[in-house]
């Protein structure tokens, strides 16, 4: 397996621009999670989905940010008007938590290289 | 509510010399801990994690991690540092929520120094 994929590795923008960041599962994981990692924060937990549905978005910062997940094999996470304060590194994680119709009771979580996003 | 403390930013060790990465948890219940490594411009790696068994958990890379229920702590350790060790290390808890969340420290920087 590819491993969870994420695209693009690196968006530069202007301020007030529209920002989306793709990610692509592991195939046959029922979680995915969006993180934001910053120097200042470290890594904050901003939305995850369970089988394409929204779980918890409590984490997610203003109504600038939404992320959907059409299918179980892609999501996305947008930015809309961007800030320079949203510049960070932004992780997408996937993990098997039932396989089979059973709970692995896993819960490890395979992280993506990330998207690196700066925001001028 | 569940939570990890990592009370160190910064580890460092000299190459050859055994290593250890402190975390202590609070957990509502058995706790689900885990470690996870970061190289430089790189995702979180799994490392290791203790479910239940032995305190003694070993995982990649020559890594273990000692559960310490009576001090609520789960510190990583490794006989031996090597330099291409050095990499960010975050400990993490599962969420009493059981819907695979984790809840992660804020991570500790380890250098290791040839």
């Known amino acids: 397996d590819a491993g969870v994929i994420q695209s693009p590795r690196h968006e530069v923008t202007e301020m007030g621009q529209e920002v989306t960041l793709r990610c692509k599962p592991i195939?046959?994981?029922?979680?995915l999670f969006w993180y934001r990692q910053t120097m200042m924060r470290g890594l904050e937990l901003l939305i995850y989905?369970?089988?394409?549905?929204?779980?918890?978005d409590s984490g997610m910062p203003e109504d600038r940010f939404s992320a959907k997940m059409p299918n179980a094999s892609f999501s996305t996470l947008k930015i809309q008007p961007s800030e320079p304060r949203d510049s960070a590194v932004y992780f997408c994680?996937?993990?098997?938590?039932?396989?089979?119709?059973?709970?692995?009771?896993?819960?490890?979580?395979?992280f993506g290289p990330g998207t690196r996003l700066t925001v001028l | 509510a569940q939570s990890v403390a990592q009370p160190e930013d910064q580890v460092n060790v000299a190459e050859g010399n055994p290593l250890t990465v402190k975390c202590t948890y609070s957990?509502?219940?058995?706790?689900?801990l885990f470690w996870y490594v970061q190289y430089p411009n790189r995702g979180l790696q799994f490392l290791l994690k203790?479910?239940?068994?032995?305190?003694l958990v070993k995982g990649s890379y020559g890594f273990e991690a000692e559960f310490n229920k009576s001090q609520t702590s789960f510190h990583l350790k490794k006989p031996s540092a090597l330099v291409s060790d050095s990499a960010l290390y975050f400990c993490?808890?599962?969420?009493?929520?059981?819907?695979?969340?984790?809840?992660f420290g804020q991570g500790t920087t380890l250098q290791v120094k040839p």
């Open positions: 195939s046959g994981h029922d979680y």
């Open positions: 993490a808890v599962r969420d009493s929520s059981n819907t695979g969340k984790l809840i």
């Open positions: 203790y479910i239940t068994g032995d305190n």
């Open positions: 957990v509502s219940g058995n706790p689900y």
């Open positions: 989905f369970n089988n394409n549905v929204p779980i918890d």
């Open positions: 994680a996937s993990t098997p938590y039932y396989s089979g119709g059973k709970h692995t009771n896993t819960d490890t979580q395979y």
